[in-house]
C-alpha cells in the first residue's frame, strides 16, 4: 500500500512540475520558492496545537488546489503560482515520508495510520 501511495505522490509531484511550466516565470522560481510552505513549522515555537494548525495548512492539497482554481477563475498567476507551490511541496514532503501533523507533536502525522 505504501508503494502505491509514493508513486500517486510522485505523479502528483510532476503533474505539479507541469502546472508551473504552464505559467509565465522562470524555472528559477520554482527552485526557489518549492521549500518556502516550510515556513509553516515557525508555528510549534507556539505549541504543538499551534503548530499542527499552521503547518497544516501549508501542506494541505485542498487548499493548494483551491487557490490555484481561485488564481485561473480571477486570472491572476501569482494566486496560481502559490497554489502550484503548495500543491507540488505537499506531494513532495509525502514523497519524503512528512505527512500532516497531528496535535501530539511534530514526529506524530497521518502517514503513521498506513
Wanted: aromatic share 18%; proline share 2%.
Amino acid at each position: 500500500m505504501k508503494t502505491t501511495l509514493k508513486l500517486e505522490e510522485i505523479a502528483q509531484f510532476v503533474f505539479g512540475i507541469y502546472l508551473f511550466s504552464t505559467l509565465p516565470y522562470a524555472w528559477w522560481w520554482f527552485l526557489v520558492l518549492l521549500l518556502t510552505p516550510d515556513i509553516g513549522m515557525i508555528g510549534y515555537l507556539f505549541g504543538n496545537k499551534t503548530g499542527a494548525l499552521l503547518y497544516n495548512s501549508f501542506h494541505h492539497k485542498g487548499i493548494a488546489i483551491s487557490l490555484y482554481l481561485l488564481g485561473i477563475y480571477i486570472q491572476e498567476n501569482s494566486i496560481q503560482l502559490v497554489g502550484v507551490i503548495l500543491f507540488t511541496h505537499a506531494a513532495f514532503d509525502r514523497i519524503l515520508g512528512y505527512g500532516l501533523k497531528y496535535e501530539k507533536g511534530f514526529k506524530f502525522t497521518h502517514l503513521d495510520d498506513l
